[in-house]
């Protein structure tokens, strides 16, 4: 890695992840994003996208063999047992607390970036991480490390019912409690057609019980009934 200091990436290898890396070099990578190589090209060539991609595909694949394992639901209910368990949020939520954040190399733009832009990373971060142990310790450690912080979140998941569709499980909820239909209403449209961030309200009557935000006004409507169903919930 052009003579850069690796010494944290090994003790946080070694203490937090439990995993001795002969190869600290893929480790790095795993935790580099696309920015960080755009800003350093002379000293940093490789950035976590490949092993992203490799990741993401281990990733689905435990999951799923733990699933048709261990339930007997039919095909549709895993399918969304198990988006619930590798959406972005979850294994966003799983790189912030393995500590992810302090050590992904990224730029000076990225790090000032929105909450949501910082969470997409922290999950490319994971399923690269998980990429890179897959090679270097094989699916067996790969398997645990996502047992270990993904898997374990199945029982949460299932107690508060967060797998359902979001939007239909809200309309649910409202038309039970309150005889309303949630309506959803842009409130505010951000950046160039190509690169736009959208931020709706979803309305129960007069009342709004929550905000999203997301690159398309779908993904702002799921994030939007996300934050109402804990309002109703709570």
């Not at 261990?70 to 979850?90: A, D, H, K, M, Q």
């Not at 929550?210 to 702002?220: L, R, T």
């Amino acid at each position: 890695m052009s003579g850069m200091d690796v010494t944290p990436y090994k003790e946080f290898a070694k203490t937090v992840l439990g995993l001795k890396f002969e190869n600290i070099d893929l480790f790095v990578t795993a935790l580099t994003h696309r920015s960080y190589v755009n800003e350093h090209k002379k000293s940093a060539r490789e950035h976590n996208e490949r092993l992203e991609f490799l990741g993401d595909a281990v990733l689905e694949l435990v999951v799923t063999a733990y699933l048709y394992a261990n339930y007997s639901e039919p095909e549709g209910i895993l399918t969304s047992w198990r988006s619930s368990l590798v959406r972005t949020e979850s294994i966003g939520a799983a790189g912030e607390k393995l500590g992810y954040g302090s050590l992904i190399r990224m730029s000076k733009g990225e790090k000032n970036g929105s909450d949501r832009a910082r969470l997409q990373i922290l999950a490319n971060a994971f399923e690269a991480v998980t990429g890179a142990i897959y090679l270097e310790f094989g699916y067996e450690a790969a398997e645990k490390f996502i047992y270990d912080n993904i898997i374990v979140k199945l029982d949460d998941i299932l107690r508060a019912g967060s797998w359902r569709d979001p939007k239909s499980h809200l309309q649910e909820l409202s038309q039970r409690i309150d005889g309303f239909t949630p309506a959803y209403k842009v409130l505010s449209e951000e950046g160039p057609d190509h690169d736009k961030v959208f931020t709706l309200g979803v309305f129960v009557g007069e009342k709004q019980m929550g905000e999203g935000v997301g690159p398309s006004k779908q993904a702002a409507q799921q994030e939007a009934a996300r934050a109402a169903i804990k309002k109703y919930q709570a």
